[in-house]
């Protein structure tokens, strides 16, 4: 009687040591969440967009977006035309990038809706995809373009589709998964040359060509490859060559705000007149 008693208090001992350790863990993973949330890291971002719900429409055709956000207290617009890249911006805060839209609420004042959010991860210079579904959903993946591991001389191509890709580039061949990216050494005798460019969709283990064409590149220069669906043609694959430009310092300037395209007022436009017409 007296093991058995003395097993049961054995038993209570370690559960109640259990209980205490996952308490006293769970603690401590809840004051390391709050503390990863407090913590402040340093960015510096690009952001290109991609519409696939660029749709004419009786108020016109939307050209772009317009995305803000804020940074040291104060909120910059970024005007991100659509297939184009924008110039750098910086942001201090969170991991958590939030982009906001400008409404006017029914008392007539100002207020920004988030509207989509970018996981940052680790601090550094990030290209932010910011892509809108054909339902008119919002999307932001960030790719880390840090000059450390994307030098000049290199070209990444990044492989934005949910299927096998192969690509080349001069002599260099890779396969490149879904949403995964590879770096292309550029090797030529001048700082300026072209190279065979190749891009092939594999799907059921049939080659499907996207492009198979002489591309030019510089030594000077990082280039980016982004192969993603067709904006206007989803089913296909297609893709966008962007140029990164080098900048010692970034400094956070508002864009001027897009507004949709309306073709129908060119109609109304006055003809131009050349000199000495009547």
């Known amino acids: 009687m007296l093991g ?10 370690c559960i109640a040591a259990l209980s205490a350790t996952f308490l006293s863990a769970g603690l401590l993973g809840q004051a390391v969440n ?11 971002f690009h952001v290109i967009f991609l519409d696939y719900k660029r749709v004419t429409t009786g108020e016109g055709i939307d050209l772009g977006i317009n995305l803000s956000f804020f940074d040291a207290g104060k909120v910059f617009r970024i005007t991100a035309l659509a297939g184009d890249l924008t110039r750098a911006f910086k942001y201090t805060g969170s991991s958590n990038l939030v982009f906001y839209e400008v409404v006017i609420n029914s008392e007539g004042k100002k207020e920004y809706q988030p509207i989509v959010k970018a996981r940052m991860g680790k601090p550094g210079t990030k290209l932010v995809i910011v892509s809108k579904d054909t339902n008119g959903r919002l999307y932001a993946f960030p790719y880390d373009i840090d000059s450390m591991n994307f030098q000049k001389g290199e070209l990444r191509v990044i492989n934005l589709s949910r299927q096998y ?16 990216a590879h770096n292309f050494s550029l090797k ?7 190279v065979r460019l190749a891009i092939a969709a594999l799907r059921d283990d049939q080659l499907s060509l996207v492009e198979n064409r002489r591309y030019a590149v510089s030594k000077e220069r990082r280039k980016l490859i ?17 140029v ?14 897009i507004e949709s395209f309306d ?15 009547e």
Do not use: M, W
């Open 188 to 194: 030529g005798d001048q700082k300026r040359f072209l």
């Open 4 to 13: 058995l008693k003395f097993a049961k208090l054995c038993r209570f001992a």
């Open 165 to 180: 890709v192969a690509v080349r580039v001069g002599d260099e061949k890779q396969k490149i998964e879904p949403l995964a």
């Open 244 to 257: 990164l430009n080098e900048v010692a310092e970034v400094e956070n300037i508002s864009d001027a705000e």
């Open 226 to 242: 982004l192969i993603h669906q067709k904006t206007n043609n989803p089913s296909e694959l297609g893709y966008t060559s962007l």
């Open 34 to 44: 709050e503390s990863q949330e407090k913590e402040v890291f340093n960015y510096t």
């Open 263 to 277: 073709p129908a007022e060119l109609n109304d436009a006055p003809d131009s007149q050349e000199d000495g017409g």
